[in-house]
């Protein structure tokens, strides 16, 4: 369970805005546990925090490759693509979400990550 220290630790630091000290962390509890889904997305909430978006696709495509139910992952994927105005990809991972767990629907009317595609049509019609 050493890899839940390192862990832990990278949510403290994310949690005081220490970004790239807990992206070092998660890295820590990954070289121990390459397969820890939960680290991989936290990883990944960590680097879209600083922009890095296409890193941060790069650790939830990790985090679904060892869980496909990760619904947070699918959830924050289609945030990135939101936020790189990429409505294709938004859609597709906001609906794997959704199918997950309904709730993402009210919570993607709502936030700031879908505001470049909220008035397309197609993000709309998902939402209703």
């Given at each position: 369970d050493y890899h839940l220290a390192w862990y832990n630790r990278g949510i403290e630091l994310k949690n005081l805005g220490r970004l790239e000290e807990a992206i070092a962390s998660y890295?820590?509890?990954?070289?121990?546990k390459p397969?820890?889904?939960e680290a991989w997305n936290n990883r990944?909430?960590?680097?879209k925090n600083l922009g890095r978006l296409e890193e941060a696709i790069a650790s939830w495509?990790?985090?679904?490759?060892?869980?496909?139910n990760d619904a947070d992952a699918y959830y924050n994927k289609a945030c990135c693509y939101g936020l790189?105005?990429?409505v294709e990809l938004a859609i597709?991972?906001?609906?794997?979400?959704?199918?997950?767990?309904v709730e993402y629907q009210d919570m993607a009317k709502t936030d700031k990550d879908f505001e470049q595609i909220r008035g397309d049509q197609r993000f709309q019609s998902l939402l209703s």
């Open positions: 890295d820590r509890a990954l070289e121990i397969d820890y889904h990944g909430i960590a680097l495509d990790q985090a679904i490759k060892i869980n496909s790189q105005n990429n597709e991972n906001l609906q794997r979400a959704i199918n997950f767990d």
